[in-house]
């Protein structure tokens, strides 16, 4: 595998100095940088002062029969939800908007995820096994940190019966997610090594509206969608409910991943799961507001596994999220907000099945996570030119593992684990304007953990619009990320992987450079090279949790867009990552199941309510790094193939309030391997009617 590339030479790093500088007051203001990628929908953007590479939704994407009067021209609303939090603008924010996800037939977070710069995702899809990986710019899911308003989701389970779940909100709940990096892990977390995703519900409108769709295709899929939302006086609501199933059984090659022998399909990979969500937003006055959503998810499914033998575990997953927020305005206008934060979260998961030779033995393993979090966070204008976010973040958890088997070799292993970590933080991350075109984001988070004592990591970023037309920009953030509890005191009875309480944090840093470039209204780009390095890296050496040392990652980000007529447009995602083992056994390797490059690229038409949406995807294929077929001679060094892949999406419009989508999947109907002996079914499809009223 070849691993050079040639990376922007953007020395900016040097730059990245902390400094109290206070610039003169300006009366231009400077607005931050947003970068929506992908969306095929109509960009109108002005290329003035610095709005580089912001998206504005176009104005047949605005749905007509909404009523978006104020209901009480007296009081001014103050959105308790869906409006954007003042970020820092060194680092883009990527944001992909509602019509977006609908157009890609997500059906998934991980699926709204898969198409943004810089992730890799194998865990997606027709047979995904949920634990060979999400991966932000070689960074693995709980080196990211994953919010709903907001608010923590992510529970650091590291095994796969307990890992973070993508899966666990509606769709049709979802009004946006947005991506964040560089300072704001001084904001969300000291381990947003990789990231920072905040998925953002609807809220109600003023009319009140129901919309439901169904969908049936390939493999008996099904899934249902239904949403009422609406407000009365001072009251938004927004009601959810979405149903999926699918068995995912269909032919696979020899030596796949949970084949059958007995008739070649793929075996106990299939789904199903219920998802609730609600939320109320109640305007107390002019200056106050309250937000509660709820979240709650069923899941019920089969494992399927890159080991042998065959894999008959099932996994049930039950998960509640409950957030409550009070905003208010203390100043007169938006120069100073305070929001309050109060949040629930916990994730039930049970693994059982029969194991051993003829499955003669059974095994249970049950991880019990309950989070309670609260968040106090204001931002505060102190000038023209000087913005500061700061506040306290505070997070206790408590899990309960236990695990048995009635194999008497692993007998030693069964016990019961009750264990909790506080984890309390300050953070702050002040904004200073030197000039029009020049702005400096310094942070820091001091973090006080009841188990790994107390830590500082800094952050800083720059950006500096050369002219209307280029900007350039950079970051660096420290980071530590803390082992699982499960890591350090639960057996993981499939794996067999025992815990280590002497685990080390994971620390290290990560840092960007890059250009932006609005070339004209039609014509967008943007370039990014990305690098970190991690010592301490946890992994698996002779079945125990161990810090396996360092991995160093290396990469280039390039996205673009280009909208060559009215009712056409077109993006282009490209992601080169090297992450490089540096220590240990595999010194020198690519970090498993992560591939050198991933490329994305779509093209849509839209009018009228037609739309037609075509996307590719290549992939160069995954390092084999887990449970290699030694009979068939496979090594860990070995790579998968790489692959190309087209989706075809579409919707016909009926009537006003009435449409038909189509997704047609895997055109090309190559069954090619996403990772680790895991492949895709070839060619499926869906077909679905939406309606509103």
């Known amino acids: ?45 002005p290329a003035t002062n610095a709005e580089l590479l912001t998206q504005q939704p176009a104005a047949n994407e605005v749905e007509p029969e909404e009523d978006i009067t104020p209901t009480n021209d007296a009081d001014i609303s103050i959105e308790t939800i869906g409006e954007k939090d003042a970020l820092p603008e060194s680092t883009p924010t990527y944001v992909i908007e509602k019509e977006e996800i609908q157009k890609q037939g997500a059906t998934s977070v991980a699926d709204v995820l898969k198409r943004m710069p810089g992730f890799a995702i194998n865990d997606v899809g027709h047979g995904a096994d949920i634990h060979t990986g999400t991966y932000y710019r070689g960074a693995s899911i709980n080196q990211s940190v994953f919010l709903i308003n907001g608010r923590p989701i992510n529970n650091n389970i590291n095994t796969y019966h307990g890992a973070t779940d993508l899966n666990s909100i509606p769709i049709e709940a979802i009004e946006r997610v947005e991506l964040y990096s560089g300072a704001a892990s001084s904001l969300y977390g000291s381990s947003a090594f990789g990231g920072v995703v905040n998925i953002i519900t609807k809220q109600g409108y003023s009319k009140a509206k129901l919309t439901g769709s169904a969908e049936f295709g390939s493999l008996n899929l099904n899934n249902q969608q239904i949403t009422y939302a609406g407000s009365t006086n ?30 070649g399909y793929l075996f106990n990979a299939d789904t199903a799961t219920s998802t609730y969500f609600g939320s109320i937003g109640l305007d107390l006055d002019a200056k106050n507001s309250l937000n509660l959503d709820v979240t709650t998810l069923s899941s019920r499914r089969g494992l399927i596994y890159f080991g042998f033998p065959l894999q008959r575990d099932r996994l049930d997953h039950d998960g509640l999220n409950i957030g409550l927020s009070w905003k208010t305005r203390l100043g007169k206008d938006n120069d100073s907000n305070l929001t309050t934060t109060i949040g629930y979260n916990q994730n039930y998961f049970s693994t059982y099945g029969p194991t051993g030779p ?196 290396n990469g280039l980000e390039a996205a673009l867009q280009f909208r060559f007529a009215r009712d056409w447009s077109t993006f282009v995602n490209y992601t080169y990552t090297d992450a490089e083992i540096k220590t240990g056994m595999g010194k020198g390797l690519q970090l498993g199941l992560i591939p050198y490059s991933l490329l994305q690229a779509g093209i849509g038409y839209q009018k009228n309510g037609w739309q037609a949406n075509l996307y590719m995807t290549y992939n160069s294929g995954t390092r084999r790094a887990l449970f290699t077929n030694t009979a068939a001679g496979e090594k860990n060094t070995d790579f998968s193939s790489s692959f190309v892949n087209l989706d075809l999406s579409g919707r016909i419009p009926i009537s006003k309030n009435l449409g038909v989508t189509v997704y047609l999947e895997n055109l090309l109907g190559e069954q090619y391997e996403k990772v680790n002996r895991i492949y895709s079914p070839g060619f499926t499809f869906r077909l679905g009617l939406t309606s509103s009223i």
């Open 234 to 263: 001072k009251v938004k609501y927004n009601f959810s409910f979405e149903r999926y199933f699918i068995d995912n059984r269909y032919p696979v090659p020899e030596g796949a991943a949970n084949r059958n022998p007995a008739d």
């Open 358 to 553: 003829g499955g003669i033995f059974y095994r249970t393993g049950v991880l019990d996570t309950k989070q309670i979090s609260a968040r106090v966070d204001h931002e505060w204008k102190l000038s023209e030119n000087n913005q500061l976010r700061w506040g306290l973040d505070l997070k206790n958890t408590d899990l309960k593992g236990d695990v048995f088997s009635t194999n008497p070799n692993l007998s030693a292993q069964n016990e019961k684990e009750d264990r909790s970590v506080l984890n309390t933080a300050l953070f702050a991350v002040n904004t200073w304007k030197i000039s029009d075109d020049f702005l400096i984001d310094l942070g820091l988070r001091q973090s006080f953990d009841s188990q790994f004592g107390s830590y500082l990591n800094p952050s800083a970023g720059l950006r500096y619009a050369i002219n209307p037309v280029v900007a350039v920009r950079g970051s660096w953030a420290g980071a530590q990320r803390n082992p699982g509890l499960d890591q350090l005191y639960v057996f993981d009875t499939v794996h067999n992987w025992k815990p280590n309480p002497d685990l080390k944090p994971e620390t290290g840093s990560t840092w960007t450079a890059g250009v932006d470039f609005n070339l004209s209204s039609n014509l967008l780009a943007q370039f990014t090279y990305f690098g970190s390095s991690l010592d301490n890296r946890l992994g698996i050496i002779a079945g125990r949790w161990e810090n396996v040392g360092l991995v160093d990652t």
């Open 1 to 45: 595998m070849n691993k050079s590339f040639v990376f922007l030479p953007v020395s900016l790093l040097s730059l990245l100095v902390a400094f109290p500088v206070i610039a003169n007051d300006h009366k231009n203001k400077q607005h931050p940088v947003n970068l929506d990628i992908p969306s095929l929908s109509e960009i109108q953007i």
